[in-house]
């Protein structure tokens, strides 16, 4: 499959690697690019070789947010039209983890795709923002839910309705990113956190991402049912009687996801 708005690779055993590629527009997110995006991880969560995933930008942006060329005139009948936003929500339907890797800007649309990866490993030089209000709008994106459910309500407002920007540690401090690497380093602390998730055992994996997931979803009782579930289920698999017997016979795991 070629791409014209993303590069993708595979740097690491198990790990698929998405860079968005659009560098004179800051990596702007036009409908194509989201469609590209979209389908090279839906077609990685299908490729039994990956089991982890990074989504990157540069070293200087991971993307100025959705591309305001291209919607600057639209009516809401366009943009329903054109799925603007609703193929955003293809990235929830992936089973395999993503990780952000962030870089300078992640603004409006670019902060909500970090914001709905798994995890984001953060550079040094990031700066997270939801400048939207500056365009008379606001996150479309998942903006001011994931916000408020990741760094609360006091400066989620703050940075919804005064633009007011993270710096990589004040995300940190603040939780929303993993961690903060050197900026030379980002990319690749990003592939090597992928590649340990990538070797561990991969349905356990896939129901861990889900089950947390669902603690976002629901009431606690609802999430622990769920969750206890996923957990019994896991006793029906190969990698559940392979991890037990590994540890009790100090070896080292042999998963084979099923
Ligand atoms: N859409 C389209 N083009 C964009 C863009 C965007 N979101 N962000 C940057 N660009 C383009 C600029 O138009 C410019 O193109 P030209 O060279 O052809 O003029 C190029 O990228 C470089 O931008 P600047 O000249 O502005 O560079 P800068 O270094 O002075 O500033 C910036 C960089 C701070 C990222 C600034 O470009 C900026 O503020 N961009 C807009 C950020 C924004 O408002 N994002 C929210 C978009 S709305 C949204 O995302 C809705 C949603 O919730 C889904």
């Known amino acids: 499959m070629t791409y014209e708005t993303i590069i993708v690779e595979q740097p690491a055993d198990g790990v698929g690697l ?29 490729d039994d070789t990956i089991r982890c995933m990074v989504i990157t930008g540069s070293s200087k942006v991971f993307a100025a947010g959705a591309d305001i060329g291209e919607m600057a005139q639209a009516a809401p009948a366009d943009l329903i039209h054109m799925d603007f936003i609703a193929r955003w929500e293809r990235l929830r339907g992936i089973h395999k983890p993503v990780i952000a890797a962030v ?74 990113v993993n961690r903060v690497v050197p900026t030379e380093d980002y990319r690749d602390a990003a ?33 622990l049912a769920y969750e206890r579930n996923h957990f ?13 017997a590994a540890f009790l016979e100090k070896r080292d795991p042999d998963w084979q996801g099923r």
Do not use: W
């Open 18 to 46: 998405v860079q968005l590629n659009r560098p004179r527009a800051f990596n702007a997110l036009t409908g194509a690019l989201m469609d590209e995006l979209m389908t090279a991880l839906e077609s990685m969560d299908a």
């Open 103 to 176: 870089a300078g800007y992640a603004l409006g649309g670019g902060c909500e795709l970090a914001l709905a990866c798994d995890m984001i490993v953060a550079a040094e030089n990031a700066v997270f923002g939801q400048p939207e209000i500056n365009l008379g709008v606001i996150p479309g994106a998942g903006g001011t839910q994931r916000l408020a459910r990741t760094i609360g309500k006091a400066l989620t407002m703050e940075m919804v309705l005064n633009d007011r920007r993270l710096s990589a540690a004040e995300a940190e401090r603040f939780g929303l």
């Open 191 to 223: 592939v090597k956190l992928a590649a340990e998730i990538a070797a561990r055992a991969p349905l356990a994996v896939r129901l861990a991402k889900d089950a947390v997931n669902m603690a976002l979803e629901t009431t606690l009782s609802a999430g």
């Open 232 to 244: 019994y289920g896991l006793f029906s698999t190969h990698d559940q009687k392979e991890g037990m």
